[in-house]
């Protein structure tokens, strides 16, 4: 049986090489539009102590610490004010979480151990070490805890000083090592460290835009997929008068879920029920077009942190939002009292970035979940026959908006 042998190949040429830039004759075919937010001023920033000076490169000058995101990559320089007698110089990136609660205890946990060994005399057969070593070192995305893989968190720090205390916070630092050569006590080698916190925080953004209304109900019937409509009931009391009945609630938000740190997420409001109920809900609002007290959306944040099995969690509210009537006036001789009355409110909420440095994000041991909530309180707790009514709706805080006013891509030319 004779062997057939498949023909020779002539080698291909290498694929060009990429760029983002059109070249003489291209034309772009797509391309994702980019946000137009301002870009940061970036440099090189320079921490120094008594034997070495570090630089870092591409850093943002209005961060109180050096900032990098996921998958960032450390890049600089160390210069050595005397490298004379210098035996190795190492750099290692930490991250450490502590957590802590006043009854169970703490736990203290690695999520970044990354070392470098810049220069060493063993390797360098006797030459002296350089007076300047530049560097790199990356930040991993994920951490092994237990038998689960995590992404790293967000530098943090928070504290709860109700019964039992709870605090919990991440730091990252970069620690530079000096050692010097042998000395005449056997057992002790001499060494220099200075050490560097850093700024951890990954940025995430929402995956489209949010619709802004300028008529509710007309963005509703054309676009009503980009509403999130949650329904719920106020309910009233079991001794309360048969003419009251219960007041229907639509809460109206944007459905894309996810929003930016310094985002206006716009809501709508519509309550329904009786004339009778809704009297005894608002009595001295109902005929005026103000906000009325007793309606509130504000945004909270919950955390909870585990140690040794126990579970804490902890509440607080982040920002409180802006209601606005848009209906007109009720006449009450308009309805019925068995008709139903609709009443409409409108308004935005908005976390400012410079109050909240990071999003909700969960890592096991500790979790942090952000809500949108919508409030009904009666005008009085006691005596009211309605009980008092509130909606949580997750939402996810992420780090970067959303914006897309351009028409072309920002590097075509």
């Known amino acids: ?25 291209e034309q772009t075919v797509e391309f994702t539009p980019r946000g137009n ?22 850093q943002n000058v209005a961060e109180d610490n050096p900032t990098y995101g996921r998958g960032s990559t450390l890049q600089g320089e160390i210069g050595l004010k005397s490298s004379a007698s210098v035996s190795s110089v190492v750099v290692k990136l930490k991250g450490r979480l502590h957590l802590s609660v006043s009854d169970s205890g703490s736990a203290t946990i690695p999520v970044v151990s990354e070392t470098i060994v810049l220069w060493s005399q063993d390797s360098a057969h006797g030459a002296l070490c350089p007076s300047i070593l530049p560097f790199s070192i990356t930040f991993p995305t994920t951490f092994k805890h237990g038998d689960r893989i995590r992404p790293i968190p967000p530098s943090f720090s928070e504290a709860f000083f109700q019964l ?8 990252y630092i970069l620690k530079v090592s000096v050692h010097h050569g042998r000395s005449k006590m056997p057992f002790w080698k001499p060494s220099r ?38 329904e719920s009931t106020m309910r009233t009391r079991r001794t309360a008068s048969p003419d009251l009945k219960p007041i229907s609630c639509r809460f109206f938000i944007p459905s894309v879920g996810a929003f930016g740190l310094s985002d206006t997420i ?26 009325p007290p007793s309606v509130r959306v504000f945004i909270t944040r919950q955390t909870m942190v585990e140690v040794n099995t126990r ?6 509210t982040l920002i409180e939002g802006t209601v606005r009537a848009v209906a007109p006036p009720v006449d009450a001789a308009t309805f019925m009292e068995e008709d139903d009355v609709y009443v409409d409110w409108e308004g935005e909420v908005r976390v400012e970035d410079d109050k909240v440095q990071y999003g909700g994000f969960n890592i096991g041991t500790i979790m942090i979940k952000d809500y949108i909530v919508f409030a ?38």
């Open 37 to 58: 937010a301002s870009s940061p001023v970036l440099a090189n920033i320079t921490k120094a102590c008594s034997f070495l000076t570090i630089i870092l490169k591409n």
């Open 193 to 230: 460290s200075y050490s560097l916190h850093l700024n951890y925080r990954p940025r995430t953004r929402p995956q489209r835009p949010i619709f802004h209304m300028n008529r509710f109900l007309t963005t509703l019937k054309h676009i009503p997929e980009d509403w999130l409509e949650i």
């Open 266 to 291: 716009p809501f709508h409001i519509q309550l329904s029920s009786s004339l009778a109920s809704l009297r005894v809900l608002f009595p001295d609002h109902i005929l005026e077009p103000t906000r």
């Open 311 to 316: 579970k804490c969690w902890r509440t607080v």
């Open 376 to 413: 009904l309180t009666p005008p009085n707790l006691r005596s009211c026959p309605l009980l008092a009514h509130q909606y949580s709706q997750p939402i996810k805080l992420v780090t970067d908006v959303w914006t897309d006013d351009s028409t072309s891509h920002p590097l075509d030319i």
């Open 164 to 171: 039992p205390t709870i605090s919990a916070r991440c730091l």
């Open 1 to 25: 049986m004779s062997l057939v042998f498949p023909p020779d190949y002539a080698p291909t040429l290498p694929p060009p090489e990429y760029s983002n830039l059109r070249l003489e004759g």
